[in-house]
């Protein structure tokens, strides 16, 4: 789909959209650039999802957000930026699987990283961001000392899997995603590649 803005495509446009068989992602940017920007995250109840969209608002909202799911072709893009949920100490298997089948066109390209991790509600150690960061989503992607955080996430049972709600029945539900961290990392991200 063409670049253009939600508010010019009015709602006509949106009907048409929704009606697609091969619908894509609603292209929204408030802030016009030449920049060609795609933020890839992988998730499984959604904390993933709201921290690539916030990481894209603190690049000034300019970039592509896509699920791995959706196999995004990066092809046209030259600045990606990478992360997703991590479950029993990783990333989704449909993520490691992405960047694998990726490299080629992932190269030289990978701005920025990302993981969002429960870590049972406390903070974010060195440990933690040499773990998922250092060790896990920077060595698959093949860079180095590119911006990258790791983001404390949410529980919310009612989105999970039956066996997974079950197995944290004894757990309070928690929201220790920040906007505002998310947004910085974004900045941090665009500041970089200016
Ligand atoms: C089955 C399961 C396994 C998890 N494993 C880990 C883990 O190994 N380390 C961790 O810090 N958090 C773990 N978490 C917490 C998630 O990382 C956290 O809830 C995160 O916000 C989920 O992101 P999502 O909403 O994008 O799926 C786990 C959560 C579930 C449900």
Redesign the pocket.
Known sequence: MKRRSFLQLGFAGVGALTLTKNTQALEYYPVKSDKKIAVIYS???????DAAVWISEGMGGIADVFDIREKPDLKGYEHIIIGG?????ATSKELQDFIQQNKGVLKGKVRGLFA?????GNPITPELTKQYIDDHLAKMCEVTKVPAKVLR????KSL?EPE?AK??ASFQDYDN?KRDECMALGKEIMDSIK
């Open positions: 998730t499984w109840c959604g904390s993933s999802r949920s991590i479950r029993s100490f969002v991790c429960g870590n049972m996430g949410r529980i919310t999970m997974n197995m944290m995603l």
